[in-house]
T-cell receptor
Framework: NAGVTQTPKFQVLKTGQSMTLQCAQD?????MSWYRQDPGMGLRLIHY???????DQGEVPNGYNVSRSTTEDFPLRLLSAAPSQTSVYFC??????????????FGEGSRLTVL | AQSVTQPDIHITVSEGASLELRCNYS??????LFWYVQSPGQGLQLLLK??????LVQGIKGFEAEFKRSQSSFNLRKPSVHWSDAAEYFC???????????FGRGTSLIVHP
């Protein structure tokens, strides 16, 4: 019962470096999304996808790229890391219920520090 | 667009005491409503959800919530809190026809022995 798996759990980067946060789910969910969580800010949506080949921007997309080549995987790329991207990142997936909001299944998070 | 307000940033209760966490939403039609819990260092886990029907919803870990349309509220309750309930709690609302729920900023629950 893997559910949503995120790697790595911890990462330290220097300003300007790039990296990819991996997210995989084994529940055949069509909807996948990335959030960042910062103190006092709650969860903010970065990017989301409703199926392979389809992605869209959320509330805070700048500085991040995503792609969805398969149903299972939804990697998040930081192109040139900045200290403002220091955060905890969560991947979440959901089965689409007649095209509307369903329960989200979350990964355990990836804690990123940018120096 | 919908919005969610959790008025309490922190709540402190004694173990064994009752608990109520508040959630108010803004949405024109009947929403989908969720409560999630986040234990320290973990991802979010669904506690309960309301889609339609009975307005009193039972969830996991002994939690329940009541949808009150007239007050635009979906408060979370537990009759007797355990030390293991210390966590961050998030209320979320979804609208019909949208894939994306809106989250409140969370309420941190502290449990004193």
């Amino acid at each position: 019962n893997a559910g949503v798996t995120q790697t790595p759990k911890f990462q330290v980067l220097k300003t300007g470096q790039s990296m990819t946060l991996q997210c995989a789910q084994d529940m055949n969910h069509e909807y996948m999304s990335w959030y960042r969580q910062d103190p006092g800010m709650g969860l903010r949506l970065i990017h989301y996808s409703v199926g392979a080949g389809i992605t869209d921007q959320g509330e805070v997309p700048n500085g991040y790229n995503v792609s969805r080549s398969t149903t299972e995987d939804f990697p998040l790329r930081l192109l040139s890391a900045a200290p403002s991207q220091t955060s905890v990142y969560f991947c979440a997936s959901s089965p689409l219920l007649a095209g509307t909001t369903g329960e989200l299944f979350f990964g355990e998070g990836s804690r990123l520090t940018v120096l | 667009a919908q919005s969610v307000t959790q008025p309490d940033i922190h709540i402190t209760v004694s173990e064994g005491a009752s608990l109520e966490l508040r959630c108010n939403y803004s949405y024109g039609a009947t929403p989908y409503l969720f409560w999630y819990v986040q234990s320290p260092g973990q991802g979010l886990q669904l506690l309960l959800k309301y889609f339609s029907g009975d307005t009193l919803v039972q969830g996991i870990k002994g939690f329940e919530a009541e949808f009150k349309r007239s007050q635009s509220s979906f408060n979370l309750r537990k009759p007797s809190v355990h030390w293991s309930d210390a966590a961050e709690y998030f209320c979320a609302v979804g609208e019909r026809g949208s894939y994306i729920p809106t989250f409140g900023r969370g309420t941190s629950l502290i449990v004193h022995p």
